[in-house]
């Protein structure tokens, strides 16, 4: 009996010592302390959809939105969204509160007016391209206008019919210097009804294109553009340099985006398309 009781108190000690071993926690593992007090890495961020609204010269139509479609690759999270009229109008737009992202103006003019009174970002401002004058005609020439010499000699005449750009649009003050340079009056000519005026550059082309004037005061790049022929080339002398300036507005809520526009526009793949239709780029 006694030799049974040594048995089965054996046999429950084993089993209190096999309970003890099998309920033991198995070990943490150790982490070093410099990883354990990191902060987690947070996720990249998406970039954000956003909308640049560009504010540009009429005469940029063609180049910019086949640009446009360029930039889709380099940033397509980014949709350009244009406003293309006169530098003039668009200048009054920015100074009424319109929303713009970046501006672009067929000269200097509109743009310093914005800058004196603080509606241009500081450190923004470039000369991106350079453009000429040129005097076109309707297909066939039915005028046969020779050139800026020959429409200055026959225009006080009468019989020939200049369109030519508003007082408050780019072309149309260049057209003004040119009138300076050949001492022609421009208000004895709109009194004779030698004159017709457009809006914008792009409604002084289609006058010439759809021979509703006998010439026209255009850009080059809108005359290629038109397919029109250019019978003549103003000079810097006759009307001084056709600069194009750009810059970021004051009060972008894309600042950052629309600068980044702007020097792609100053890219070698932007001067391609620019050059393509008659610009020459100024910053490539």
Partial sequence: MKKLLSIVLTLALTGALLAGCAAKPAPEPTIPADIAAAPAEP??????????????????????????????????????????????????????GADCDLFLSAAPKQMNALADI???????RVDLLENKVVLTVPEGNPKGIASFDDLAERLPAGGILLAMGNSDVPVGQYTQKIFAYYNLDESALAASGVL??????????????????????????????????????????????????AAVTASSAHAGEAAAFLTYLQSAEAAVIFESVGFTSLTK
């Fill in 196 to 245: 017709t005026y457009g809006g914008n550059v792009k409604e002084v082309t289609t006058q010439v294109t759809e021979a509703a004037a006998d010439c026209g005061v255009v850009y080059a790049t809108d005359a290629f553009s038109a397919g029109l022929s250019a019978v003549d080339e103003a000079t810097a002398e006759m009307c001084g340099q056709v600069i194009y300036p």
């Fill in 118 to 124: 603080s509606l241009i970002a500081e450190n923004t």
């Fill in 43 to 96: 996720a990249a961020p998406a970039n954000e959809p956003t909308e640049l609204i560009v504010f540009a010269a009429a005469s940029l139509t063609e180049t910019l939105s086949a640009i446009a479609e360029q930039y889709k690759a380099v940033a397509p999270e980014v949709t350009l969204r244009f406003n293309f009229d006169s530098s003039g109008t668009l200048k009054t737009q920015i100074e009424e």
